[in-house]
């Protein structure tokens, strides 16, 4: 008798069931690095590509390098270490001939994809060495298909780019018995190359440090306190090798970003508050209620049984549970950490609770009801374009090839969003006039700033392209540039249907449309 397709698909899974997962996860990934274009948000595209990008073209984005067009004293509160391997990337592509931006990043995100899928294995062995085999299915069916899963990673996120080399430490960690109560089985060298890769992993987001410090303060608890001081001490040097740049860039200083971090987090922390009930998005959002509740209950359950994951993610929670920035984000390195415990320690729930083993029928239903929904915010995530209109405006610029610099010209009292220029592949330094600058002072003095700067890493030729963005009273504010400059119209971009969405939830989610001209430079663009 012939199988049919399912079937075989159910033949196939349950003899292959993580690579099952794995092949899945990599699907909807695979979705995400075509259709999922552009950055959520200013981190994960101007604190990661923008820097990284410019340094390979031979530019100083925003003077973050010491000692090139700039006289530098501080260096910028954030890690490089990710940062280099995106330099890495660029420099390669450079290498083998692929400079179209649009390209760069097609690649970029599938590199992501493929990295992302780490945090799959690592979770699934986890779960497997802790509790069971249908554990380490749930785990990692989840961090498959959480709806946010497939967008975010491939994502510039640097809390998500930790995960793998986090996971990984905690795997080599267990696996090496450090935390059973009989410390004579210790693998030591899988315990120090743990140790290792968790001090690589706060090399990526400085925040995990809270964890590295729960597990010590759980080797501690167990009395281990050989293991505790190998494992602080190697943590300790594998974070030191993620911060050799400031040795390099600083003069033999090292942990200068470190300082900056600490010394701008101390002075503007306040600057951007908010409500603990932000957090709710963890269980809330980042994954959907029935089930972000049943994995909560199961967290809580497993604190003595678990306790080397429960401490270590509840110390990192906390921490920014009250520390006064809060940002949703800013959970996500703990996210599978969360699972990992949530679902063993739901299971356990189920079995030794009356009440669950009883209503099984109810746990199917809300289990589908999770699915249903969590699915379709997938999907819908999988095609979700973010800030579409900032990228398709450097792109149009790019594909025009005769942009050396442009004007970009807003309404806003308040200042605009900054240009994405990586995708325009052009470093210039460009114009900006807005509601609270007078133009004619600058466009006066246009041709001397072009002669002043030729040359330098900040270079400001003379612009070939007018962007006005929004579409505020914007009769006057051309009819306002026409004074100094001859203006060709060429196109209007348009806002992606993601961003209107968001806008028309919240106007604080600003809607961008940009209107691009061409600037003639004829005896009648400047003033006299």
Not at 165 to 185: E, G, K
Not at 253 to 258: A, R, T
Request: charged content about 15%.
């Amino acid at each position: 008798m012939q199988l049919n397709f399912l079937d075989k698909v159910r033949q196939y899974y349950a003899a292959h069931p993580l690579r099952t997962i794995v092949l899945v996860a990599l699907a909807f990934r695979l979705l995400a690095v075509f259709f999922a274009k552009g950055y959520m948000m200013h981190d994960d595209h101007f604190l990661t590509v923008e820097p990284s990008a410019s340094w390979a073209a031979g530019k100083n984005f925003n003077d973050w390098l010491p000692g090139i067009g700039n006289q530098r004293e501080h260096p910028e509160p954030i890690s490089f270490f990710y940062l280099g391997f995106l330099y890495v990337f660029f420099r390669v592509m450079h290498w083998i001939g692929i400079e179209n931006p649009d390209t760069q990043m097609y690649l970029m995100r599938a590199v992501h994809a493929l990295y992302s899928l780490l945090t799959i294995y690592f979770a699934w062995k986890i779960s497997l060495r802790i509790d069971s085999l249908k554990t380490a299915k749930s785990v990692a069916w989840l961090l498959a298909i959480i709806a946010i899963m497939p967008n975010f990673a491939v994502r510039n996120l640097v809390e998500f780019v930790c995960q793998p080399p986090l996971l990984a430490a905690f795997w080599l960690l267990i696996s090496s018995h450090v935390f059973d109560r009989d410390t004579t089985a210790v693998n030591w060298k899988k315990l120090l190359l743990g140790s290792l890769i968790m001090g690589l992993a706060v090399g990526f987001r400085y925040q995990l440090v809270l964890v590295s410090f729960g597990v010590g303060l759980v080797l501690l608890w167990y009395r281990h306190i050989k293991q505790a001081i190998a494992f602080g001490l190697v943590a300790f040097l594998g974070f030191f090798l993620t911060q050799i740049d400031d040795i390099i860039l600083w003069g033999g200083q090292p942990f200068q970003h470190l300082f900056g971090y600490f010394e701008y987090n101390k002075t503007h922390a306040l600057n951007y508050p908010g409500s603990p009930w932000a957090y709710l998005s963890f269980i809330g959002i980042f994954i959907l209620p029935p089930v972000s509740l049943m994995l909560l209950s199961g967290f809580v359950r497993s604190w003595r049984k678990l306790l080397f994951i429960v401490l270590p993610a509840s110390v990192f929670i906390l921490f920014h549970l009250f520390y006064p920035n809060k940002q949703e984000r800013f959970l996500l390195p703990v996210l599978p950490l969360f699972v990992i415990a949530g679902v063993a320690g739901w299971y356990r729930i189920q079995q030794e609770s009356v009440f669950w083993m009883n209503r099984a029928r109810l746990v199917k239903t809300m289990v589908g009801i999770f699915l249903f929904v969590n699915l379709s915010a997938m999907m819908v995530l999988c095609f979700t374009y973010s800030k579409s209109s900032r990228v398709e405006a450097m792109l149009y610029l790019y594909n025009r090839g005769d942009c050396d610099n442009f004007i970009r010209e807003y309404s806003h009292a308040d200042g605009a969003a900054m240009p994405p220029q990586f995708y325009a592949a052009n470093w210039s330094s460009y114009y900006e006039f807005g509601a609270r600058v007078d133009p004619e002072g600058i466009v006066r003095h246009m041709d001397k700033i072009e002669e002043e700067n030729r040359g330098s890493v900040h270079e400001r030729p003379l612009p070939d392209y007018l962007l006005f963005y929004d579409d505020t009273r914007l009769e006057d504010r051309l009819n306002g540039m026409k004074k100094y400059f001859q203006l060709e119209y060429c196109t209007t971009i348009e806002p992606g249907w993601f961003d209107r969405l968001l806008h028309n939830l919240n106007d604080k989610n600003t809607l961008e449309r940009v209107h691009i001209y061409k600037i003639h430079h004829t005896p009648k663009t400047f003033l006299p």
